[in-house]
């Protein structure tokens, strides 16, 4: 059973940037044609005005193959055409160059609760949004039961939905989508929403979906949801695909090539953070053998952060070091020098200075992180706030997380800590 | 170009595959009408929610659809009526503008909500797909329910002043149709227009006062020279307007020329809309 779903052929969408491209006027488009008139229709003789405008490829010979019943993940950075790829495929925007074939019914899912209108009520709203999803109203009629029960919102059913909490909207929303069943689901990043049990239930649906057979697109920025949801991957930058194959091999190439940030530097220390207790010159995450990282990390590997700075103007009441979040933005720890009795402090002097620091082993699970540099005057003054104006590096940590025979995946938890068992009666 | 073979995993059986192909836009494409019909059920929802909308606080909503053309019926009346004396064709003033009042709110209404449209629905647009006709389509429908008990009011004041009514009332509905049409050959232009020029906006409230006075609202079509009436029929309101006089009221000014004429601009001119709409429909979303 090898149905072709999709094709995609050289695929480009071209769009227009700068300052023509923003809304324009009929009366200065009149005053110009009143001022140019020749200008005005050699304009449009020649089909367009593209060639003499800026522009960018937001995708650019963009070519694959999907077979029926197959969930390709895509991956890439923001504004590496992932978003512009479901919208051409979903028909929301016209491709400039190049064709697609889709073969079956399409769905698109780019938003939840699109069309959802706060004055009516919860039952109105699965009618209407519904139909905008491209159901019928005897599919609705059937699956409507389901729906309501899906979204845990029973009770409010005949409300309206803008009596809702966040989380009720969001959940009927999501409910209605995920009883829309196209033969091609195509999925942008909805899965971002919610807190943790709703983005499980989702998650949990929508590989119900891809397990029926049925050919799903999804759009990521989560490696971990792209690898347990998808067979295949493919990975875009700056629109064009960069490669396609297992998720697990082009999320590991993608991680591979996109940690251009793992290193922040200014050796002339002219930052915004310039200060005389401690300017910093250089943050970064080096390997065992102190040369920057540029792969992901294993769990089982020393992943260092190095802290370089120059002080001019010694204060006792100095802290020097950075705070981990995890990729969604939760803070899980920070570690400063200063955090040891103060005999074990190393040394900050007039000058140069380079502090080292080795994240313990077995720490961090899989997955991304955010490290931001913190800089402080102990109870006086911050000179570089985590999340306020702090430097910050990514880190991925993919793989050694243990050798036990039943962990070699990604452990639940945002830490993977191996803490020993012992038996107490002997 | 459909493939057919069953999907396995389909729950009604046995589905066809539908093929979808999709390439850059040339650069005249025909009006997809067809997809439209194909999008009937979310034509009927956006309908039903703006309608749904308009109306949640019910007795006031239906009250604006009275007062509106009321006041303006009782204002016209004492002013061109009573005190400018404007000739009425022999009927009762008041009659005589209401009747014309309500094909012409039925069309402003649809016009305005029609040009405004794309832009009131950008989030819509940008997320999903369907044929964008069915937006302009839908918000110029709504306008219906304010005539239909606007009109139950006509049918009272006809009541009032004794005028019977006659078979000619089945002619209404063409000519609340051709209200709808002419309302949407204008309205798709300026749907599209208003995507890209954003000052279009500003022009349709223009538009819509602008067209009042060329329609023999406040006044009959008789007062315009013989030899003016084709031209002065190129706005298709006027057909309409004399269409629903001559329907209910028994006047005898020549609708049935003015009518035709009417008609003729108004479809011509929804076919251009048609064609601009589709030339532009695939630019909509990058441009909103």
């Known amino acids: 059973?090898?149905?072709?779903?999709?094709?995609?052929?050289?695929?480009?969408?071209?769009?227009?940037?700068?300052?023509?491209?923003?809304?324009?006027?009929?009366?200065?488009?009149?005053?110009?044609?009143?001022?140019?008139?020749?200008?005005?229709?050699?304009?449009?003789?020649?089909?367009?005005?593209?060639?003499?405008?800026?522009?960018?490829?937001?995708?650019?010979?963009?070519?694959?193959?999907?077979?029926?019943?197959?969930?390709?993940?895509?991956?890439?950075?923001?504004?590496?055409?992932?978003?512009?790829?479901?919208?051409?495929?979903?028909?929301?925007?016209?491709?400039?160059?190049?064709?697609?074939?889709?073969?079956?019914?399409?769905?698109?899912?780019?938003?939840?609760?699109?069309?959802?209108?706060?004055?009516?009520?919860?039952?109105?709203?699965?009618?209407?949004?519904?139909?905008?999803?491209?159901?019928?109203?005897?599919?609705?009629?059937?699956?409507?039961?389901?729906?309501?029960?899906?979204?845990?919102?029973?009770?409010?059913?005949?409300?309206?939905?803008?009596?809702?909490?966040?989380?009720?909207y969001m959940r009927l929303a999501f409910s209605v989508a995920a009883h829309l069943e196209p033969e091609i689901l195509l999925v942008d990043e909805v899965l971002a929403v919610g807190d943790a049990a709703f983005q499980k239930k989702c998650l949990g649906?929508?590989?119900?979906?891809?397990?029926?057979?049925?050919?799903?697109?999804?759009?990521?920025?989560?490696?971990?949801?792209?690898?347990?949801?998808?067979?295949?991957?493919?990975?875009?930058?700056?629109?064009?695909?960069?490669?396609?194959?297992?998720?697990?091999?082009?999320?590991?190439?993608?991680?591979?090539?996109?940690?251009?940030?793992?290193?922040?530097?200014?050796?002339?220390?002219?930052?915004?953070?310039?200060?005389?207790?401690?300017?910093?010159?250089?943050?970064?995450?080096?390997?065992?053998?102190?040369?920057?990282?540029?792969?992901?990390?294993?769990?089982?590997?020393?992943?260092?952060?190095?802290?370089?700075?120059?002080?001019?103007?010694?204060?006792?009441?100095?802290?020097?070091g950075f705070a981990v979040y995890t990729v969604d933005g939760g803070l899980l720890f920070w570690s400063l020098h200063t955090d040891t009795p103060q005999e074990e402090w190393p040394a900050i002097r007039v000058g140069a200075n380079r502090l080292l620091a080795w994240l313990p082993r077995h720490l961090l699970n899989e997955g991304s992180y955010r490290l931001e540099l913190h800089l402080s005057l102990h109870f006086q003054e911050w000179l570089s706030q985590p999340g306020v104006n702090a430097p910050s590096l990514s880190l991925e940590v993919r793989g050694g997380l243990s050798k036990s025979p039943y962990w070699i995946m990604a452990r639940p938890g945002m830490l993977a800590p191996h803490i020993p068992f012992v038996r107490l009666d002997e | 170009m459909a493939v057919n073979s069953p999907l396995p995993g389909a729950d009604e059986g046995l589905t066809h595959l539908v093929h979808t192909h999709i390439e850059p836009p040339g650069r005249w494409a025909t009006p997809a009408l067809r997809d439209v019909w194909q999008y009937r059920e979310l034509l009927f929802y956006l309908v039903w929610?703006?309608?749904?909308?308009?109306?949640?606080?019910?007795?006031?909503?239906?009250?604006?659809?009275?007062?509106?053309?009321?006041?303006?019926?009782?204002?016209?009346?004492?002013?061109?009526?009573?005190?400018?004396?404007?000739?009425?064709?022999?009927?009762?003033?008041?009659?005589?503008?209401?009747?014309?009042?309500?094909?012409?709110?039925?069309?402003?209404?649809?016009?305005?909500?029609?040009?405004n449209s794309l832009v009131n629905n950008q989030r819509l647009i940008a997320k999903i797909y369907f044929p964008r006709l069915v937006i302009p389509v839908s918000a110029a429908l709504p306008g219906l329910v304010d005539f239909s008990i606007a009109f139950v009011v006509l049918l009272g004041m006809m009541l009032f002043y004794g005028m019977p009514l006659t078979l000619r009332i089945l002619i209404l509905p063409l000519l609340i149709l051709l209200t709808i049409i002419a309302a949407l050959s204008l309205g798709l232009w300026l749907a599209a227009l208003n995507v890209k020029y954003r000052d279009v906006r500003y022009v349709i409230p223009f538009i819509v006062q602008l067209g009042f006075f060329l329609t023999p609202i406040a006044y009959s079509s008789t007062l315009v020279p013989e030899r003016l009436q084709p031209l002065y029929a190129l706005n298709p309101m006027v057909g309409v307007v004399e269409g629903f006089r001559w329907a209910l009221l028994g006047s005898q000014a020549p609708a049935g020329v003015l009518l035709l004429i009417s008609a003729v601009v108004a479809l011509l001119v929804l076919a251009g809309g048609l064609l601009y709409f589709r030339h532009m429909e695939d630019t909509f979303a990058d441009l909103l």
């Open chain 1, 205 to 320: 649906k929508m590989s119900d979906i891809a397990g029926q057979g049925r050919t799903v697109i999804f759009v990521s920025h989560q490696m971990n949801a792209v690898q347990e949801l998808c067979n295949e991957c493919i990975w875009l930058d700056q629109g064009r695909l960069m490669r396609h194959g297992s998720p697990r091999e082009v999320v590991a190439a993608y991680l591979g090539s996109g940690l251009s940030n793992t290193e922040w530097a200014f050796p002339d220390g002219k930052t915004t953070l310039r200060n005389p207790y401690f300017n910093p010159t250089r943050f970064s995450l080096v390997d065992a053998n102190l040369t920057p990282l540029c792969q992901a990390a294993r769990s089982d590997e020393p992943v260092g952060v190095l802290i370089e700075g120059w002080v001019d103007q010694p204060n006792v009441a100095l802290s020097v």
């Open chain 2, 49 to 115: 929610r703006d309608i749904k909308v308009r109306y949640k606080q019910t007795w006031l909503g239906a009250a604006w659809a009275v007062i509106q053309p009321f006041l303006t019926m009782v204002v016209f009346s004492v002013f061109f009526g009573a005190l400018a004396g404007l000739p009425s064709d022999g009927l009762p003033y008041p009659l005589f503008t209401y009747t014309a009042l309500l094909p012409w709110q039925l069309f402003a209404f649809a016009l305005t909500e029609s040009s």
């Open chain 1, 1 to 168: 059973m090898t149905q072709l779903a999709i094709s995609v052929k050289q695929l480009g969408k071209r769009y227009r940037i700068g300052p023509r491209a923003a809304y324009r006027t009929l009366r200065e488009e009149l005053v110009n044609a009143a001022r140019a008139p020749l200008r005005v229709v050699r304009r449009s003789q020649m089909g367009s005005s593209h060639a003499t405008q800026p522009h960018i490829w937001a995708l650019e010979d963009v070519s694959f193959n999907l077979v029926s019943g197959q969930a390709l993940g895509v991956i890439g950075r923001n504004g590496a055409g992932k978003s512009t790829l479901l919208k051409v495929l979903s028909r929301i925007t016209a491709p400039t160059r190049g064709t697609v074939d889709l073969y079956g019914r399409v769905g698109s899912l780019l938003e939840v609760g699109t069309g959802f209108h706060h004055e009516l009520t919860g039952r109105e709203n699965i009618y209407l949004n519904g139909a905008i999803l491209g159901m019928r109203k005897a599919e609705i009629d059937r699956k409507f039961d389901d729906i309501v029960s899906f979204g845990e919102v029973e009770k409010f059913i005949d409300t309206p939905v803008k009596f809702y909490s966040n989380g009720m």
